[in-house]
């Protein structure tokens, strides 16, 4: 069973930056990063596999990088630039199986969530 602990959500003003962690125990192949805003269906942010294939989605415009250490099992999502609509509970995803990608559906293991709050 998976087990996944995030950290680094926050608050901070418009064009700050914060980076989330994700420990995860047990094994994963795919992991990503999602986010749900209140009222809205949860959508894909960044992906990452242990081959190091990334996937980005489109809206994110460049402003946002996923890695992963696989020593440390922890996978982290750098956030520059941010913007009001990018305010948004951040959800970490794994799952065993390869090319998840940026679909929610797609995974079968989810953390508890961060809170990013960026203000104008």
């Known amino acids: 069973q998976v087990q996944l602990v995030e950290s680094g959500g926050g608050s901070v003003q418009a064009g700050g930056s914060l980076r989330l962690s994700c420990v995860a125990s047990?094994?994963?192949?795919?992991m990503g990063w999602f986010r749900q805003a209140p009222g809205k269906e949860r959508e894909g942010v960044a992906a990452?596999?242990?081959?190091?294939?990334?996937r980005y989605a489109d809206s994110m415009m460049g402003r946002f990088t996923i890695s992963l250490d696989n020593a440390k099992n922890t996978l982290y999502l750098q956030m520059n630039s941010l913007k009001p609509e990018d305010t948004a509970m951040y959800y970490c995803?794994?799952?065993?199986?390869?090319?998840?990608?940026?679909?929610?559906?797609?995974?079968?293991?989810w953390g508890q969530g961060t809170q990013v709050t960026v203000s104008s």
């Open positions: 047990g094994y994963t192949y795919s």
């Open positions: 990452i596999d242990r081959a190091g294939r990334t």
């Open positions: 995803a794994a799952d065993n199986r390869a090319r998840a990608g940026l679909v929610p559906y797609a995974y079968d293991y």
